[in-house]
């Protein structure tokens, strides 16, 4: 039987919400598919996603549609040189007739934020949402406002331009869940593209509602990780720092600094979520090393002889992945 949404709509018949708001998403967007689950990972485990990707690629239509399928609110803020913090988070306004001042709310009060272009905006509109990413929250004046429930922050670059750009500080990237590369389609994905673009096409309907999507956090929550699977993500990250540890200590003097603990905990929160998506209460080493390079290359600071070498944060990571024990599945379900 069909599982109907919030507003009537209904799924697929037996899928859990997670499938049916991916399969409403898909309905309009094409490909994307890394993408797409990447988002849900993000929303489900309470993180916040970088893509980078060229223009025309579908990053902002994605976006909205998720918000569509959730039934939540989405905001679109076009990051520029001249944008300041009031811009995003809001300001106080003086209210003559009333002779009081009143708070305007910016548009990071919405469920689903795009921040297009972040790296076009100075370091104080950056730095503005900082708090807002980590903590949930505005602080305008001396009042303090809590943001809505789900909230999801997905910021997108532009690889191929950098006039009138600012590179995102260190603090800022660390705050990412995870960074996404997102690539051109191939033909038959591209015809399809075309040929929806002029077809007229159902609107996404809402699917689950923001209530719902925070219950199923809360199920998240429950996804059984084993001990050698957290053993498994800090000794990845561990690694990043100091390759020498697995014999690779060749890639040393490509790694200025390597991963915080925050890649750590993201990584296992986000693997939590990806097991969830797949219909299990238990996270596997498949999870965690699927996005393994997704919630580290950002977190790599490369040396001057990598970017001399045009060494990449993703082959860095790819031989240490190759180079690490991998936990036995079957002993983890022993130990359960």
Same mark, same amino acid.
């Given at each position: 039987?069909?599982?109907?949404?919030?507003?009537? &709509?209904?799924?697929?018949?037996?899928?859990?919400?997670?499938? =049916? +708001?991916?399969?409403?998403v898909?309905?309009?967007?094409v490909g994307?598919?890394a993408?797409?689950?990447?988002?849900? +990972?993000?929303?489900?485990?309470?993180?916040?996603i970088? +893509?980078e990707?060229?223009?025309?690629?579908?990053?902002?239509?994605?976006?909205?549609?998720l918000?569509q399928?959730?039934?939540?609110q989405?905001?679109?803020? =076009?990051?520029?040189?001249?944008?300041v913090?009031? $811009?995003?988070?809001?300001?106080r306004i003086?209210? =003559?007739? &009333?002779?009081?001042?009143q708070?305007?709310?910016?548009?990071?009060?919405?469920?689903?934020?795009?921040?297009?272009?972040?790296?076009?905006?100075?370091?104080?509109?950056?730095s503005?949402?900082?708090?807002?990413m980590?903590?949930?929250?505005?602080?305008?004046?001396?009042?303090?406002?809590? +943001?809505?429930?789900?909230?999801?922050?997905?910021?997108? =670059?532009?690889? @191929?331009?950098?006039?009138?750009?600012?590179?995102?500080?260190?603090?800022?990237?660390?705050?990412?869940?995870?960074?996404?590369?997102?690539?051109?389609?191939?033909?038959?994905?591209?015809?399809? @593209?075309?040929?929806?673009?002029?077809?007229?096409?159902?609107? @996404?309907?809402?699917? @689950? &509602?923001?209530?719902?999507?925070?219950?199923?956090?809360?199920?998240?929550?429950?996804?059984?990780v084993?001990?050698?699977?957290?053993?498994? &993500?800090?000794?990845?990250?561990?690694?990043?720092?100091?390759?020498?540890?697995?014999?690779?200590?060749?890639?040393?003097r490509?790694?200025?600094?390597?991963?915080?603990?925050?890649?750590?905990?993201?990584?296992?929160?986000?693997?939590?979520?990806?097991?969830?998506?797949?219909?299990?209460?238990?996270?596997?080493?498949q999870?965690?090393?699927?996005?393994?390079? $997704?919630v580290?290359r950002?977190?790599?600071v490369?040396?001057?002889?990598?970017?001399? $070498?045009?060494?990449?944060?993703?082959?860095?990571?790819?031989r240490i992945?190759?180079?690490?024990?991998?936990?036995?599945p079957?002993?983890?379900?022993?130990?359960?």
């Amino acid at each position: 039987m069909n599982t109907p949404g919030p507003n009537g &709509s209904a799924g697929l018949p037996g899928a859990n919400p997670v499938e =049916q +708001v991916l399969y409403e998403v898909k309905k309009t967007i094409v490909g994307q598919d890394a993408l797409l689950e990447r988002l849900m +990972v993000a929303l489900l485990a309470r993180g916040h996603i970088l +893509v980078e990707g060229v223009p025309g690629l579908a990053k902002t239509l994605a976006v909205k549609s998720l918000a569509q399928a959730i039934g939540g609110q989405f905001h679109r803020v =076009q990051f520029t040189p001249d944008l300041v913090p009031a $811009d995003i988070v809001g300001t106080r306004i003086y209210h =003559q007739p &009333s002779g009081e001042f009143q708070v305007s709310l910016g548009p990071v009060f919405t469920n689903l934020l795009l921040a297009d272009e972040i790296n076009r905006a100075p370091a104080k509109v950056q730095s503005a949402l900082l708090e807002v990413m980590q903590e949930y929250q505005v602080t305008i004046g001396r009042d303090t406002h809590h +943001v809505p429930r789900p909230f999801l922050v997905m910021a997108t =670059q532009n690889p @191929i331009e950098s006039e009138g750009t600012y590179p995102l500080p260190e603090a800022q990237v660390d705050r990412f869940m995870m960074k996404v590369l997102v690539g051109y389609p191939n033909a038959t994905e591209e015809f399809v @593209i075309v040929e929806r673009a002029i077809l007229h096409t159902a609107p @996404i309907q809402a699917i @689950i &509602s923001p209530e719902q999507l925070v219950g199923l956090q809360q199920q998240v929550d429950r996804v059984y990780v084993d001990p050698s699977l957290i053993e498994h &993500s800090v000794r990845l990250v561990n690694t990043t720092r100091n390759p020498a540890l697995v014999g690779l200590g060749d890639l040393q003097r490509y790694i200025a600094f390597g991963a915080s603990p925050r890649a750590s905990i993201n990584l296992v929160l986000a693997a939590r979520a990806l097991a969830f998506i797949r219909g299990r209460d238990y996270a596997l080493p498949q999870d965690l090393t699927d996005l393994a390079l $997704d919630v580290l290359r950002h977190r790599l600071v490369l040396s001057y002889e990598a970017l001399s $070498d045009n060494v990449s944060a993703d082959a860095i990571l790819g031989r240490i992945l190759a180079a690490l024990p991998v936990p036995d599945p079957a002993l983890m379900a022993q130990g359960r």
